[in-house]
Every structure is written in C-alpha cells, then in structure tokens.
C-alpha cells in the first residue's frame, strides 16, 4: 500500500514541512505539497521534472542520512562534500551551498571499479595466470635438466666403474639436494602465486557483484587492492648447476672426475613485469667542467616553455603555440602535431617508449601522442594540471593547482590510475607552493622547482621530504627564480634560475655545486639531458634551443 493511502503515516512536504505530499521532483529527489510545487520550479537553473506522487520512479538505494534516519541522502553538498537529505538542506545548515545530485557525484565511482575489474581482468589477473603457468613448465624443465645431468654423471661412473663408486654417490647425493631445493623453492612460489590468483578472482567477483547492485553503500564502502596486486612479487633467479667432465687418470680420479657448477637461488625484485622497469648499472663518475661549452643553438622562432629529448639527435618543443615541435640538432623540424584542443601545451615529456606527453591548461587533461594519434590519458576536475614527467618505472607525475590556487600538489599515475599523492609534509603542511615543474632523479627522488615558493623540493619515493634549496647565498645573483628542472646520470640536480639568466646545479642531497652562467643564456626555461649528459636549454625569450656540455 502507498504511504499516502494510511491514514497513520501520512508524509510531509519536504520543502514546507507542514502539508501533506502530493508532487516529486525526480531531479531533485525531494517531496511537494501542491502550494511548495510553484515555489520549487520557480528556480530556473535547473529542469525540474514534477510528477504525481504516485507516479515517481523506484527511488535509488541512497545511503540514509546519519542525522535524520527515516531520510535518504538524494543530494550532494559540493562545499562539506558529503551526501546529504532534503531536510539537511532546508535546515539551514547548507545555506548558500551548492548541491548536486548524489547518483551524479557517485556515477564516476563505478568507472573507478570498471577500470579496476578491466585492469584486473585484462592486465593482473593474466599476468599472474601466465607466471603461474611459466613455474609449470620450469618445473617440467627442471625435470629434464636434471635428468640430464645425472644421466652425465652416471655415463662418467660407468666408465670409471667401482674406482669411483664413492664419488659417483657423492655428486649424485649433492645433485639431489639441489633439486629438492629448487624445487621446493619453486613451490613455495607457485602456492604464492596461486593465492594471490584466487584473491584476484575474489576482487573480480566482488566488483562485478558491486557493479551489478544498485546499493551505493557498497560501492562508496569499496576499497581498490589493485595497487597491491600491481606490485608484483620477486622472481628466483636460479643459476642451474652443470656438469663438467674430464679426462679420466685413475692416478687423479678425485680431482679429474669433474665437478657440479655451483647452484644459488637469489630473488630479483623486478624479475617479473607488469610494467617496464629495467635496472640500470651505476653509471661511471663524471666531472663537473670548470667551465660549460655551449656546442649547439637550435632556432624554434617560438616563445619556449619546454623541451623534451626524443633521442640523442632529437628534441621535442612546446611553447606559446598550439604546435608541438620536433627538431633535429641542425635546427630542421622534423615533426609537426597540433594539440587536441587547438590550446597551448604547457609541458611535454618523453616516455620509456618513445611517445609523447603533453599537459593542457585549458582543458584540464594530460594527453598522450602514440603514432599521430592523440589519446586523452587523465581528466582532472577542480584541479589544473600544470608540469609532467615520465619516470623510469613508466609512471607519469603531474603537478597541478586547485581551482582557487591555495592548494599544490604532485600526483603519480600508472596511465589514468591515480597511485600516489604528495601534498603534505609529515607535521601536515603544504609541501608546495604553486606553478611546480617536476623530475624524477636517478635515485628515484621527486624533484620539484616550486616557482611560488622559489624553492626546489625533493622528497624521496614515499614523499618524505629530504630538502629543500633556496637558492645559493652569492653576492652576485638576486633572488632564486627556479622553473624547469631535470637531472642527470650522476643524479645531479640542474633547475634554470630565470631572472638571473643561469642554471643552479646541486647535488643529490641539495648541496650547491655551480652556476652554469657563461653561455649567453637569456631566461632559460626548460631543461632536459640526452643519455650521455648533454644539457638542453629551452630559453624562452629567444625562441631558442642551447645544447650545453658541462660534465
């Protein structure tokens, strides 16, 4: 029976609280009395749809208010940013607030759990079926090898016959225990493994059975693993013994019978992939020159905010322009792409794979270049992406600002999912400022040249804060103007101090190491190193490139 057809439950207004219900407004979820209906449409903003009581649709499962618990949580407060009811709101608490509709501010929930369950289905859950499979078959092989290398033994017995009965045991028992190590090894992980398969199984059922509901307090109670499951565990590194034969002199028959290579099991933290990260070997020391060269001046005839090297011989250029430009060290454009958006790309980086990263200012997105083709890889809402930078793992880093410019922070990315936020030192303070150009240096450290703060910024992987470098107290520099920043193989720090027209370079622990101030820079902006050191500088005034030799 409908609630207004008992006489003992009759339903108020929600908007006057006095008479009772006749009317529902399906785009504000809220109940009218027929004097409330003419005041409620009379707000235009918005396309009311005012129907019969009677006639409303099913009501979504909204969550239920904590503070009126007959009540459901329709709306959205944008302000508190939390869901509220219709009697939260003509309380006079939300005064002057804008709301949305909750089923709206939530809808982007649901795309979290698709991507989620895609990445799960698609990436995790069959990388980790195909390592699972992977240990199968080296379990096979181990079969085989070892076969192999006893049947070796047991040929080089036969021929020595009882002489060597006691060596033949002997290398056969060692033989053994290597085999039953490597295989209990090997079992160890592939029960790892397939425990982490079933809760990846068990993440997919629970999404799916989410996605599937219409019961928002799941969905809001939904906690994401795919950060945990994106980390995958360490591979054994096995170095499979051999067997080595020798001539055999019965005078010697110990020392020439042969020997078993040695058998280790060592766990490589990268061994298996979900994403490219390759290890890099400690890179040979190399000086600082007394004095930099400048060896190459490429002329863009376009204002510069960044440069991005494509290769040793190739650099990409963003600047006061809708183009971004690819040029070779003889100043040839090579390339030519406009920006999706027809607007001005604030930063490029260069990725692992060679394509192309471009921030957009006006349209909120990051974008990504892959065979001429421009894909949108992340939307931000009430933030401002401004610099970016593509780290050895793969990752991107965006720096933004909020809409108002109070707030500035570092986001870490794995393509559009948000892995990391660094905002906040560990008293709960900004860390910065506003306008943050950002690198990752050699040492997996994020280095940020905060321009409003006229600091760099480095914390380490987790986002703890390790320094921060105000400029060098010189008597003949003024105050410290950082804006481009990258770093190099010695994990030096290089930022461009644009007023004073010189690049600062530090060390990896923010110690001051020299000005590079001789080689006619004219308010140097961007900054980027090729694979062997060379400098780049995007000067912004003179439209011009400078590669710099300085180690």
Request: net charge neutral; hydrophobic share 30%; proline share 4%.
């Amino acid at each position: 029976m409908d609630p207004l057809d008992r006489a003992q439950d009759i339903l108020l207004c929600d908007l006057c609280q006095k008479a009772a219900l006749q009317s529902h407004c399906e785009l504000c979820q809220i109940n009218l009395c027929k004097a409330c209906v003419g005041e409620h449409l009379s707000d235009s903003s918005k396309r009311h749809n005012v129907v019969p009581y009677k006639q409303r649709t099913s009501i979504p499962n909204f969550p239920k208010c904590t503070n009126h618990t007959q009540k459901h949580c329709e709306l959205y407060c944008e302000q508190c940013d939390i869901p509220v009811c219709s009697t939260c709101i003509y309380s006079g608490k939300h005064k002057g607030h804008d709301f949305s509709y909750a089923l709206q501010k939530l809808s982007s929930k649901p795309k979290i759990l698709e991507n989620d369950l895609e990445e799960l289905e698609e990436n995790i859950y069959p990388t980790y079926e195909e390592i699972t499979s992977d240990l199968n078959s080296e379990k096979v092989n181990l079969e085989k090898h070892y076969e192999k290398l006893t049947t070796a033994v047991t040929k080089q017995g036969e021929d020595l016959h009882r002489e060597i009965d006691i060596i033949i045991n002997k290398q056969k028992s060692e033989i053994d225990e290597m085999k039953k190590e490597h295989l209990a090894a090997l079992n160890k992980q592939q029960k790892e493994f397939k425990q982490i398969t079933l809760d990846i199984k068990q993440s997919i059922a629970d999404l799916k059975r989410i996605l599937d509901s219409n019961d928002v307090s799941l969905t809001s109670a939904y906690k994401s693993k795919n950060v945990e499951f994106r980390i995958l565990p360490p591979k054994f590194n096995v170095i499979l013994p051999s067997f080595s034969p020798n001539q055999i002199k019965k005078e010697t028959l110990n020392q020439m019978f042969g020997s078993l290579s040695a058998f280790s099991i060592t766990k490589e933290e990268h061994g298996y992939t979900m994403k490219t990260s390759k290890a890099v070997s400690s890179p040979p020391v190399k000086p600082l020159l007394d004095k930099p060269e400048l060896t190459t001046t490429i002329d863009t005839r376009y204002n510069l905010y960044s440069v991005s090297c494509l290769s040793d011989e190739e650099i990409w250029t963003c600047g006061n322009d809708k183009i971004l430009k690819l040029f070779n060290l003889e100043g040839k454009l090579l390339k030519s792409i406009q920006t999706k958006s027809r607007n001005i790309a604030l930063d490029i980086a260069v990725t692992m794979s060679g394509d192309l990263v471009y921030s957009d200012y006006d349209t909120k997105t990051v974008n990504i270049v892959k065979n001429k083709q421009i894909q949108e890889v992340i939307r931000l809402q009430r933030w401002i992406p401004w610099y970016v930078c593509s780290t050895s793992s793969g990752d991107l880093l965006v720096t933004m600002d909020s809409y108002d410019y109070k707030q500035s922070k570092v986001i870490r990315y794995s393509g559009s999912t948000e892995k990391q936020t660094i905002q906040f030192n560990s008293e709960g303070k900004p860390l910065y400022s506003s306008c943050c150009y950002v690198s990752e240096n050699r040492n997996l450290n994020i280095c940020v040249a905060d321009n409003g703060a006229r600091a760099v910024v480095v914390v380490n992987q987790a986002g703890k804060l390790l320094f921060r470098y105000t400029g060098h107290p010189s008597t003949t520099k003024g105050f410290f103007d950082p804006h481009g920043i990258t770093t190099d193989s010695q994990s030096h720090i290089l930022t461009t101090d644009t007023s004073q027209h010189c690049i600062h370079i530090l060390d990896q622990d923010g110690q001051f190491l020299r000005y590079i101030d001789n080689c006619d820079l004219q308010h140097p902006w961007g900054l980027c190193v090729d694979t062997v050191d060379n400098l780049f500088v995007a000067e912004c005034s003179s439209y011009k490139v400078k590669k710099i030799k300085y180690m």
